[in-house]
């Protein structure tokens, strides 16, 4: 799409080609952001996720309270005093909800980068390698996509102590099998275009073909995958926490429904309302990669 | 003689990815600090050097990795996977004897999200831009965001405590009497909640994929035909269109059954269900190593069969699979 730069001045079409506002094309990352724009449910999932990162950064700030700690009578209803009401040892579940806010993003990225760094790589190598590389690689990727990933979690982190690193992790081992094999299809699509070809015949390394020509024109769908996958580890994060599975000293969403899941016929909002947070910010996520999937691939659209 | 090649390479690469389960089971237990003695010494309360010697010995603790290993392996094999700490039963007899409550919920809820999800996505794919197409994309995003605990206690807190319809937990009623037909009764009614919430996640799944494929096949040609020969509307859907769109819902089930199993324990955490998952979470609580890689190893195993299964009746159906 060409953006015109015209203003609407009387002038002649000589006058106005000779001028200097010149007509550029859109720089591709503006269209995209346009396409993106239009679709309500990805600027809603937008919006969702520009206020879990402000509550994250700045919630502990307005509302000053340790989630910890215990600040009033257990099991009191919301009310003025406690926004979402206290839990079975009298903690403010609506502190636990803002620091949790920030705990559920750290795990969310770190987990996800883990399984990036390990899926892209296994992908790289397999789908430009090929051969008996490739063989090899797919039948490892194949392994960790059949184990069912949370046992083999919960395994590992039983064994080797809950502590934040095991449990990022523990869920990157689990996830990053489907980013390997997206990335080596896109792989084995790039690999025979011209440009590749090019780059070979004008004696480019193997790493740099890899790394500087191939890869970055598949990353369209490995970055809507990557964020999809934010998803993922965060559900899984809370799966791992509601078994009482997690670093114990993060206060994380999952943690608080696991650990009221005893009292929840005297309090249901310290399960409802941290099961609504985890629903928001996957809810978010979702749609937001879901428009970018849209945005970047109009041809593709799903319904 | 090509098929046969093709099966016998499936079921060769199952048996390896099998074994490398086992093998990895026996490094995981190399790699955790403490071993069996340790665990033993710890509740027994302390021990003598010697004794630790002997029983070190005696477990083969004192060999070479390496026919550690072996002998894991030969063990694994004829079945053995070994002795749990807290109940001081073999490992397969207490993993078989929570299996059923596992299967059923497992069971019921894939049938339920198969024939659910795929008449949803049947449904909303005869009549876009409805109001029942937007329903199903909405339904399905919130149950793919909502974690599967959540629902079950959504659920849970809906018609188990808010409307007291159904029960809110275990399989059977405690103390309960009555003759077969009653005792079934009351299974299944302990089964809905719990197996609705396991499926949740799975309709989500299977309607997207139904809608989207079931709109490819309606586009086809031979759809076409069957239309312009005059066949009413249901019988072109049911009968002609259905089963070609089922196909990649099936095998997406299939795919994601590993996920199921997992999705299970959580689900049985919630409606204290008496199945594997259960029995995982006590495993946990007790640092209960065998106990803990003997579920692993047999939640791998049902899936690896399950996929084995699936890709032979593959290429049983579809000749153009070699």
């Known amino acids: 799409m060409l953006h015109h730069v015209y203003k609407n001045t009387k002038r002649t079409m000589t006058e106005y080609l000779a001028s200097e506002e010149i007509v550029v094309p859109t720089p591709r990352i503006l269209e995209i952001w346009r396409m993106f724009k239009a679709n309500k449910a990805a600027l809603l999932g937008l919006i969702l996720w520009l206020l879990i990162i402000f509550f994250a950064f700045f919630g502990p700030s307005i509302y000053p309270s340790d989630p910890f700690e215990m600040v009033g009578a257990p099991l009191l209803p919301p009310s003025g005093e406690f926004l979402f009401g206290t839990d079975y040892l009298g903690r403010d579940i609506l502190a636990g909800i803002l620091h949790g806010a920030s705990v559920t993003l750290i795990f969310g990225f770190s987990a996800t980068l883990c399984s990036v760094l390990i899926g892209l790589t296994v992908g790289v190598m397999a789908g430009y390698y090929g051969g008996w590389v490739e063989n090899i690689l797919m039948r490892v990727t194949e392994f960790f996509q059949v184990l069912p990933g949370l046992l083999l979690a919960m395994v590992l982190v039983t064994m080797f102590s809950p502590k934040m690193i095991i449990v990022v992790f523990a869920i990157g081992i689990v996830s990053w099998a489907p980013l390997a094999r997206l990335t080596r299809a896109e792989f084995l699509k790039i690999k025979e275009r011209e440009y590749v070809m090019a780059q070979r015949a004008m004696g480019a390394t193997n790493r740099r073909i890899m790394w500087k020509v191939i890869l970055p024109n598949a990353l369209p769908p490995l970055i809507v995958a990557t964020i999809l996958g934010v998803a993922g580890a965060i559900l899984f994060e809370a799966a791992l926490s509601f078994l009482g599975l997690s670093d114990p000293n993060t206060f994380s969403w999952g943690y608080m429904i696991g650990a009221s899941l005893e009292y929840i016929w005297d309090s249901w909002w310290a399960v409802v309302f941290p099961g609504l947070a985890i629903f928001l910010t996957v809810l978010g996520i979702s749609l937001i990669g879901d428009g970018l999937n849209d945005a970047l691939n109009p041809k593709l659209r799903k319904l | ?322």
């Open chain 2, 1 to 322: 003689m090509k098929t046969l090649i093709g099966y016998s390479k499936q079921v060769g690469y199952s048996i390896i990815l099998l074994f490398a389960v086992i093998v990895l089971n026996f490094l995981l237990i190399q790699a955790a600090p403490g071993d069996a003695v340790t665990a033993m010494i710890g509740d027994m309360g302390g021990a003598s050097p010697e004794m630790i010697a002997e029983l070190k010995s005696s477990y083969g603790l004192d060999q070479s990795v390496f026919i550690q290993l072996v002998r894991y392996v030969g063990k694994m094999v004829q079945g053995d996977l070994g002795m749990s700490y807290t109940y001081n039963l073999p490992v397969l007899d207490l993993i078989l004897d929570h299996l059923p409550a596992t299967i059923l919920l497992v069971v019921s809820a894939l049938l339920m999200a198969l024939i659910f999800g795929t008449l949803l996505g049947i449904m909303a794919a005869q009549k876009p831009n409805s109001l029942l197409n937007h329903i199903v994309t909405v339904f399905s995003l919130s149950g793919l965001a909502s974690p599967v605990f959540w629902t079950g206690i959504i659920l849970l807190l809906l018609f188990s405590y808010f409307i007291p319809i159904f029960p809110s937990y275990g399989m059977k009623t405690i103390g309960f009497q009555g003759g077969l037909l009653e005792s079934w009764v009351n299974i299944l009614h302990h089964l809905v909640l719990p197996a609705v919430t396991l499926a949740s996640v799975y309709i989500a799944v299977y309607s997207r994929i139904a809608r989207a494929s079931m709109l490819d096949v309606l586009g086809a040609d031979y759809i076409r035909t069957a239309r312009s020969k005059g066949l009413t509307e249901r019988v072109v859907v049911y009968k002609h269109a259905l089963k070609n769109a089922m196909l990649p819902v099936v095998t997406m089930a299939g795919l994601q059954f590993g996920q199921m199993v997992a999705g299970a324990v959580v689900v049985e955490t919630v409606f204290s269900w008496p199945g594997i998952g259960q029995l995982a979470l006590k495993a946990i609580l007790r640092r209960d190593y065998p106990l803990l890689l003997g579920i692993l190893f047999f939640s791998v195993l049902v899936v690896v069969i399950c996929n084995l299964l699936t890709d032979l009746s593959y290429r049983f159906l579809d000749p153009r699979i070699k």
